[in-house]
């Protein structure tokens, strides 16, 4: 059985709540948001989505883009490896061997459709 402890909600200043706009809108992480002002992570998400206001779109950074799924479709077209698409892309091999694999694998993948 977990135990959950309730903490009572705080409500922030409004000089914290301008301090949390500021970075969200210069693109600081929320996690980093909440470290900076001295609150949990669920309050920076409470705060600003009340506003509106949403985490900056960081999925160029992290996932496959798709002029690098496009690639990856010429490279399997001309019979490329794996590895050898992943060197091109700058890509961990494991990163296209599932991005391939998910989406048709070699004979069947589309770079529109994985997008």
């Keep these: 059985m977990t135990v959950r402890l309730l903490l009572p909600r705080t409500d922030l200043s409004p000089d914290v709540v301008e301090e949390l706009l500021r970075g969200a809108r210069a693109g600081v992480d929320y996690d980093v948001l909440a470290r900076n002002v001295g609150c949990v992570l669920s309050t920076v998400y409470r705060v600003l989505g009340a506003r509106g206001d949403r985490p ?17 479709r010429v490279a399997l077209v001309a019979g490329a490896s794996l590895r050898a698409i992943a060197r091109r892309i700058a890509r961990h091999p494991g990163t296209i061997a599932r991005e391939v694999a998910k989406n048709g694998g070699r004979d069947q ?4 459709r994985a997008d």
Excluded: F, K
């Design 56 to 72: 900056v779109d960081r999925r160029a950074a992290v996932r496959l883009t798709l002029g690098e799924r496009e690639e990856i």
């Design 109 to 112: 993948y589309r770079a529109y």
